[in-house]
């Protein structure tokens, strides 16, 4: 067997396993890219509600056009259809069926539900107490729903329930359901069964809605009518098309483009062919490097290596171009030793990030290690004996005398060249405040507009602000629901000094088994409580023996077994219990919204009185505005400091091999200013810098580097000549072009990277010839 044959057959096999691997990855479009892979306890709850949360189940839609009546027949027809799909947990809308389901539970099991139900309650002169206080209520405007339940609650436990349910904001209604605060849209809640992190279930649910909506419409007769979807799944989902999209579009873009660069150098379909293999094989490489190692390849890591395209057709540009006349041995033995050692920077950078607790950092790291090593090697190892020996090149050397007239001319600038720098590196001091985005929302896809229209609807139907939240971990959900009752009574304490204005539940709903038999032992036995009653209103306009009703409802609540979840089935409240009380493998988890003081919106919580006064009670309060902005914190300097450890590693081996001060100085100052004017120009062109723009820099210097190297080798030779030089104006050009497509992204991790490496990469070549030793032709 030929060299040549045995070259393909080895690398024809590596990419056939390559492929089996790839065939049976799990690639993912979630918010995993952003979570932190060792989260803290306030980190985990973040974690646990965007993957598992029944909070990113939910999707708030909205009917708007037509009349109001049409809207409510198109809201009530939609509710009936999807309420029989097994895709849908809870559907609500308001519509009197859905309340009074709700109003029936509550008054069925008041007694075990009502936090007034004590013994005290049930005394002589509780009794008293309690039934002139309902009589008292019969002249205020809730007088009207009181009477009628009078005789059979007349201490008033309804009462009670539906005052602790009118602590939060609820929706306008308007036609018997639900409406925006303006009355021009009809509003629905709607909970799916598939969890928020399950992309293809969340797309087909929203699909479902969609066409429920378009036959409910045409039934209703209410053409004009139109719907607006929004919730956790609806971003999923958008932004999985959007990176599917951008990275389908942008990778096209950039390989034919390069396509058509390296037809242009080579006029060969066959080295074309050739000089693609290494571009290929590393793109491959690095999806099965990420696949094994972390089980899920994420979009964003699959668009950033699109990108590697225009740096790993470089080593093929350097091998064709370089080797054309002088042969595959005496390129290996005049030119390897420097692109070796451009590899080697490149994977010494990029290993640090592999380091990183953000997953999608650590995933960057291994794909373009993985890709432009394999790059490389395929390039030293396999193209040799796939192009043989007789592989003419177009003749470049017409390129030569105008990139050494560049060249002389970038010299002449040094001067200018550093004054720029300074200046550019005093405008980042100055505005070092404003230089970097304040929060993780920079990283996110959610466009202004979708964002806009999220907040409409969550005003619109009331949806709470869940910014702040006490936490209890527990081992089963009956002790789960205990702590929530002793942190409840703390923080009724909170609520009673105005501290906070309220909170939700689940034990509300859903109280623990330990709390409904203290509760039903609260209730004295028939007898007993009929002479007590007789007693209290021995003066009473409401004479005991009219609350006969009154007795069987307390001796049916004795006897009534406890409440269950399943109890809860078919009540709207059933929504409410699962979106606070989540199962985990090992454990509970029960959630407390907090709610701001009333009429005081847009003001913070105070905090330390929060935190103080749930001390001891194993809860643990949770401001989530601020943990994400404290892990997009941990992200940058964390990043930050990888970079730098990336940087070190590259000065390190850069150190090692040159062994030289003078040349790794000379090496390192054109990568260095390449950087400084990079980021000043972003931040001049109004852009806030983020992560990736940092790890963006560390690329600038990793991919800098074979340019830098390549000047440093002819500096030490003397002389620059003609392929060299022109094979290293192309491979700028294609890296240019690879990472320069990025910038035209919506997808802000893409972009980042885009407009720092693309520029960048340009900016390192030219500053690498204008700090380069003077050449003689």
Not at 121 to 137: H, K, P, Q, W, Y
Not at 199 to 228: N, P
Not at 480 to 500: C, F, P, S, T, Y
Request: charged residues 15%.
């Amino acid at each position: 067997m030929s060299a040549a044959a045995r070259a393909f057959l080895i690398w024809l096999l590596a990419m056939l396993a390559g492929a089996a691997v790839v065939w049976n990855s799990h690639f993912s479009a979630d918010m995993s890219f952003f979570l932190p892979a060792r989260p803290s306890a306030a980190q985990q709850v973040l974690v646990d509600q965007l993957k598992e949360g029944a909070v990113t189940r939910l999707l708030m839609v909205a009917i708007e056009g037509g009349d109001a009546v049409q809207r409510a027949t198109v809201s009530r027809q939609l509710h009936g259809r999807l309420e029989k799909l097994p895709e849908f947990v809870a559907v609500e809308n308001g519509q009197a069926g859905s309340l009074d389901a709700d109003r029936d539970f509550l008054f069925r099991h008041r007694y075990l539900l009502s936090p007034a139900v004590k013994p005290e309650r049930f005394t002589v002169a509780g009794l008293r107490e309690s039934i002139a206080n309902s009589i008292d209520l019969l002249a205020s405007p809730a007088g009207m729903l009181i009477k009628p339940l009078l005789p059979r609650d007349p201490t008033g436990e309804m009462i009670e329930l539906l005052s602790g349910l009118g602590a939060g904001a609820q929706p306008n209604v308007s036609e018997g359901v639900w409406a925006s605060r303006d009355g021009e849209r009809a509003m629905l809640l709607i909970q799916s069964a598939a969890l928020g992190s399950d992309t293809d279930a969340q797309e087909q649910a929203i699909a479902t809605i969609r066409r429920q909506f378009a036959e409910s419409a045409s039934e209703a007769g209410a053409s004009d009518a139109r719907i607006v979807i929004s919730g956790p799944g609806v971003f999923a989902v958008k932004s999985r098309e959007t990176i599917k999209s951008e990275v389908s579009k942008l990778s096209a873009i950039s390989t034919l483009a390069i396509i058509a660069v390296l037809l242009f150098v080579y006029r060969s379909a066959r080295l074309l062919t050739l000089g693609l293999l290494p571009v290929v094989s590393g793109a491959l490489a690095g999806i099965v490097a990420v696949s094994l190692a972390y089980g899920t390849v994420f979009g964003i890591t699959v668009g950033f290596g699109s990108a590697l395209i225009g740096e790993a057709v470089d080593y093929s540009i350097y091998y064709f171009v370089q080797s054309g006349r002088l042969g595959a041995a005496e390129w290996r033995a005049r030119f390897w030793p420097t692109i070796r050692l451009g590899v080697l920077t490149s994977v010494g950078g990029f290993s640090a990030l592999l380091f990183s607790g953000f997953p999608g950092l650590a995933q960057l790291g291994l794909y373009s290690l993985s890709g432009v090593l394999t790059a490389a090697l395929v390039t030293r190892f396999i193209l040799p004996a796939l192009a043989g020996n007789d592989h003419p090149v177009r003749d470049l050397s017409h390129l030569a005398p105008p990139l050494k007239q560049g060249i002389r001319i970038m010299q002449s600038l040094r001067w200018p060249v550093i004054l720029l720098t300074i200046a550019a590196l005093t405008v980042l001091v100055i505005d070092r405040h404003q230089l970097w985005h304040p929060n993780l929302s920079a990283l996110s896809t959610v466009s202004a507009e979708d964002s806009a229209t999220d907040m409409a609807l969550r005003a619109d139907i009331g949806a709470p602000d869940s910014r702040y939240m006490a936490v209890i971990t527990a081992p089963d959900r009956e002790a789960a629901l205990q702590a929530a009752e002793q942190a409840g009574r703390q923080l009724d304490a909170l609520v009673a000094k105005g501290i906070i204005g309220g909170y939700d539940s689940p034990a509300r709903f859903l109280p623990s088994q330990a709390m409904q038999d203290s509760r039903r032992a609260s209730l004295p036995a028939g007898d007993e409580l009929a002479a007590r009653l007789k007693l209290a209103q021995a003066d009473s306009p409401l004479a005991a023996n009219k609350l006969g009703a009154f007795l069987d409802e307390v001796a049916k609540a004795r006897a009534q077994g406890n409440i269950t979840r399943e109890t809860l089935n078919g009540t709207s409240l059933a929504l409410v219990v699962d979106s606070l009380l989540m199962q985990r493998p090992d454990s509970w988890s029960v959630l407390l919204p907090l709610r701001p003081p009333a009429g005081v919106e847009g003001v913070d919580i105070d905090i330390e009185p929060v935190r103080a006064t749930l001390a001891g009670s194993g809860a643990l309060f949770i401001d989530m505005k601020f943990e994400f902005d404290r892990l997009y914190n941990d992200y940058l300097d964390e990043a930050t400091l990888l970079s730098l450890a990336g940087f070190a590693a590259i000065v390190a081996l850069l150190a090692v091999t040159l062994r030289s001060a003078r040349r790794l100085g000379a090496v390192l100052l054109p990568l260095l200013l390449a950087v400084i004017l990079v980021i000043a120009g972003v931040h001049l062109a109004g852009e806030q810098l983020h992560l990736m723009h940092l790890i963006g820099m560390l690329l600038i210097v990793a991919v800098g580097s074979n340019y830098a190297l390549f000047f440093d080798r002819a500096g030490k030779e003397h002389r620059l000549d003609p392929p060299t030089l022109a094979s290293m104006a192309i491979a700028n050009l294609t890296t240019a072009i690879g990472f320069g497509t990025l910038a035209l992204s919506n997808v802000p991790v893409l972009h980042a990277v885009g407009i720092t490496v693309g520029p960048g990469a340009v900016l390192a070549l030219l500053l690498a010839a204008c700090f380069s030793e003077h050449q003689r032709d």
